[in-house]
């Protein structure tokens, strides 16, 4: 709850002030599509709905992520959501 509050607060913010905002996660938010399954290298569906949700309406240009040790190229609405092997 505090994270979600602070991510949110944050993504306000930047969208106010800022004229590129990018995710880095640790997670990405999918690694095949935006209403996959639950799995052990995305986010549970409905946090994932929320952040997606969330990062369209802020304008945000590209997610960036980790965690699955190949590399992705995905899109969601327009994101970029890149995930890399190594970093």
Same mark, same amino acid.
């Given at each position: 709850?505090?994270?979600?509050?602070?991510?949110?607060?944050e993504l306000l913010k930047t969208t106010q002030s800022s004229t590129h905002t990018l995710i880095v996660s640790h997670y990405p938010p999918? $690694?095949?599509?935006?209403?996959e399954a639950d799995d052990y290298f995305n986010l549970p569906p409905e946090k994932r709905k929320q952040l997606l949700t969330a990062v369209k309406a802020a304008g945000v240009k590209a997610?960036?992520?980790?965690?699955?040790?190949?590399?992705? $190229?995905?899109?969601?609405?327009?994101?970029?959501?890149?995930?890399?092997?190594?970093?």
């Amino acid at each position: 709850e505090k994270h979600d509050a602070w991510f949110t607060e944050e993504l306000l913010k930047t969208t106010q002030s800022s004229t590129h905002t990018l995710i880095v996660s640790h997670y990405p938010p999918f $690694v095949a599509t935006p209403d996959e399954a639950d799995d052990y290298f995305n986010l549970p569906p409905e946090k994932r709905k929320q952040l997606l949700t969330a990062v369209k309406a802020a304008g945000v240009k590209a997610w960036l992520a980790g965690h699955v040790h190949k590399n992705i $190229v995905l899109d969601y609405e327009g994101i970029p959501v890149v995930a890399s092997a190594t970093t």
